[in-house]
């Protein structure tokens, strides 16, 4: 799977697609495997890299939200929990079983939420993650041996799924492509074709060659995430906006400050939010906050008052305060949170997802949350085929494996994320000394997998390995930034660039790593016009 296979594959299709999808993120990725299983011709474009948007910036939790229970919303809850048995089922080499601690400090805490999660296990039905259960002071110390233990009064165990955002992102991706879809990375949409008021196709920019790139559809989707609007406007002068964006915020600390197997999860904190506190690939992944911001941008930038949030909501449940020196990296993601009269305040906004055909016939689909991009791909399908009067085909997708479908990929220690690919990335790394070593002493991240991320998931750049395909500009920025000139260098060799090209991706680099260290958001804090305000509640 290369670029230049799926521009040579958009060159040689004749006649409409069935179907063209705007936007690479986790809706836009999974309707392209659902309308490519179900035999449909599909093309998909993303103006960036696959998972640029909110799709690599998630808490990366694969759950029926604990939260949306407590709010009431039973019929998400259910759908969430089924969606997070299919997709353990058909990606086990991406999802594994996370067992989440709540601890207690008031009387009643306790009793509460061990009612909670007993309808949480109930509502799961036979595809549970495991029973959750009522812990004792010890016990619950036991499995988060760093919680504060002053005032504590027990705990609740309940269990969830985690996954790699990214990492499924990408191999979403490559089964689509294996369906016979186009998929085609740095391609920007900038405008709509349409005959007598309807879409019939798009026009986009091919980002490297500056190139025009047409294409006619039957059925245009639109699956651009807190983007959408932009697109609507396009084809209709629309006043309603769809989106009320609104920014999340997570940081990365040691491993040390929640060193187990289990995570910490808090139901309620200051801004009405969950914190979950959860260990991710060597680190402490603490999230997260809910601002609402004026508009998406593409590379959204924490803030000083979120990150001082999440720090002092942390040191109030950790024995060991964590410090502005303790932040490995800091990210933030812009939620698609729909809207449409509902209240502004975006912690209250459905979670659940939207269909919208609008007079053009576009459809605009968005919202919702990764554990259910497969549900809202297919019922996205089943609109758009019957908007386009295309022959109506059952979904496929409930029992089809993800690329790199792998049962027991965990005896592939580092690269197990990978799944049946791994084999392949550790003979790949016996073919040079350079792709064999760990490119930092801080990071496992091997030179092979950055030449396996340009040969087969279509990477061009040192941000998209360095962020998406290995996910160390996440983890640790500034192992990304001593990373930067070796991956450059590899990136180079397979992309037979100049030595001038490879100081520029570094320079790039360089400067976007600044977002995700606390220096960024120190500086945009001295900012005399603050961009955000705070979510009231
Ligand atoms: C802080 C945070 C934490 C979250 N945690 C979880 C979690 O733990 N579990 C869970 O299930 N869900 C979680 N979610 C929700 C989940 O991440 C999102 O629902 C999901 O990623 C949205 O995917 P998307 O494809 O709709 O949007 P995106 O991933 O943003 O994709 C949209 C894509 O469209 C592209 N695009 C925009 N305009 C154009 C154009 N003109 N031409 C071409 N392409 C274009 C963008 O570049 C972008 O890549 C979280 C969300 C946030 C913000």
Known sequence: MTRPEM??????????????????????????VDAATRGYSVALLEQSDFGKGTSSRSTKLVHGGVRYLQQGNISLVREALKERAILRRNAPHLVKNLPLVIPAYAPWERAFYGAGLTAYDLL????????????????????????NPDG??????????????????INLVR???????????????????????RVEGIVATDEESGDELRLHARVVINATGAFVDGIRQLTTSIADLMIAPSQGTHIVLDRRFVPGESALMVPRVGDGRVM????????????????????????????????????????????????????????????????RGESRVTAALSRDHTIDVDPSGLVTTTGGKWTTYRHMAMQTIDRAAAVAGLPARA?????????????????YGELALYGADAQSITELSRTALNLAAPLDDESPVIGAEVAWAVRYEMARTVEDVLARRCRTLFLNAQAARRMAPAVAAILARE????????RAQVCAFEELARNYTLQGSDDRAKDPQPEVRRASR
């Not at 089964?175 to 008021?197: E, F, I, K, Q």
């Open 276 to 339: 979950f506190a959860i260990p991710w690939r060597g680190h402490t992944l603490v999230g997260t906050t809910d601002t609402p911001i004026p508009a998406p941008t593409l590379e959204p930038r924490p803030m000083k008052d979120e990150v001082d949030f999440l720090l002092r909501t942390a040191a109030r449940y950790l024995k060991i305060a964590p410090t502005r020196n303790d932040v490995c990296s800091v990210f933030a993601g812009v939620r698609p949170l729909v809207s």
């Open 124 to 147: 799961a039905g036979r595809s549970g993650f495991g029973r959750s259960s009522l812990l004792s002071t010890r016990s619950t110390l036991e499995r988060l041996p760093t919680l």
């Open 395 to 411: 979904c496929r997708t409930a029992d089809l494996h993800i690329h790199g479908f792998d049962t027991g990929s965990q005896r």
């Open 175 to 197: 089964t689509a492509a294996d369906g016979g879809a186009v998929l085609l990375n740095y391609a920007r949409v900038h405008s709509v074709l349409t005959t007598g008021g």
């Open 7 to 32: 521009l040579a594959r958009l060159a040689r299709h004749q006649g409409p697609w069935d179907i063209v999808i705007i936007g690479g993120g986790a809706t836009g990725a999974g309707i392209a």
């Open 495 to 502: 992309l037979q660039q100049t030595d001038e090209w490879q």
């Open 152 to 169: 504590l009064r027990g705990g609740v165990l309940y269990f969830d799924g985690q996954f790699d955002d990214a990492r499924l992102l």
